[in-house]
T-cell receptor, first 108, second 117 residues
């Protein structure tokens, strides 16, 4: 079965603290994984994709096929990082399956 | 960057009536568009995949006769909720897919909030 699991609905950290948003997936094929972000009152937008292996706004995510994980990390959280984060899996048929989302709240 | 618009941004309709939601890719052509539904505090659920010039592919559990999708051109897809009921009240989001290099990227519309009274 194709599934994306984000175990934390809410993650609250202090400004400057490290943050890790967890994502695990289930897919029999070769996965293409993404992180999307939705800031307050804004539309969903792509944050990063695993094939790019880049850092966006200080965030990185590494695909671990052994653990079927694609956790999103940032060493020092900023208040402007507060948003809803969705992990997503794109299947071979180009459908995108979203996780339930994690709301990140960065406290001053 | 690529922009996807939706119209209307919100709509209130009476039970039993039909509502049409438009999704447009403003500065690119999209052979494929997707329609999602999002309930409060929940994730996006894919309803259907809309391909230009052909019938939409619906996900399991989504009634195709209730949620009519038309992808008439490379820049426009419409979702019509027929005989709407209060349980159809939700946030409907479309996205359009375009090729970037060797991969595809999805751009999302701002969503349409439907309230059925």
């Amino acid at each position: 079965a194709q599934r994306v699991t984000q175990p934390e609905k809410l993650l609250s950290v202090f400004k400057g603290a490290p943050v890790e948003l967890k994502c695990n997936y289930s897919y029999s094929g070769s996965p293409e994984l993404f992180w999307y972000v939705q800031y307050s009152r804004q539309r969903l937008q792509l944050l990063l994709r695993h094939i790019s292996r880049e850092s966006i706004k200080g965030f990185t995510a590494d695909l671990n096929k052994g653990e079927t994980s694609f956790h999103l990390k940032k060493p020092f959280a900023q208040e402007e990082d507060s948003a809803m984060y969705y992990c997503a899996l794109q299947t071979g048929g180009f459908k995108t399956i979203f996780g339930a989302g994690t709301r990140l709240f960065v406290k001053a | 960057g690529a922009v996807v618009s939706q119209h209307p941004s919100w709509v209130i309709c009476k039970s039993g009536t039909s509502v049409k939601i438009e999704c447009r890719s403003l500065d690119f052509q999209a052979t494929t568009m997707f329609w999602y539904r999002q309930f409060p505090k929940q994730s996006l659920m894919l309803m259907a995949t809309s391909n230009e010039g052909s019938k939409a592919t619906y996900e399991q559990g989504v009634e195709k006769d209730k949620f009519l999708i038309n992808h008439a051109s490379l820049t426009l897809s419409t979702l019509t909720v027929t005989s709407a009921h209060p349980e159809d009240s939700s946030f409907y989001i479309c996205s359009a897919r375009t090729r970037t290099g060797n991969s595809y990227e999805q751009y999302f519309g701002p969503g349409t909030r439907l309230t059925v009274t």
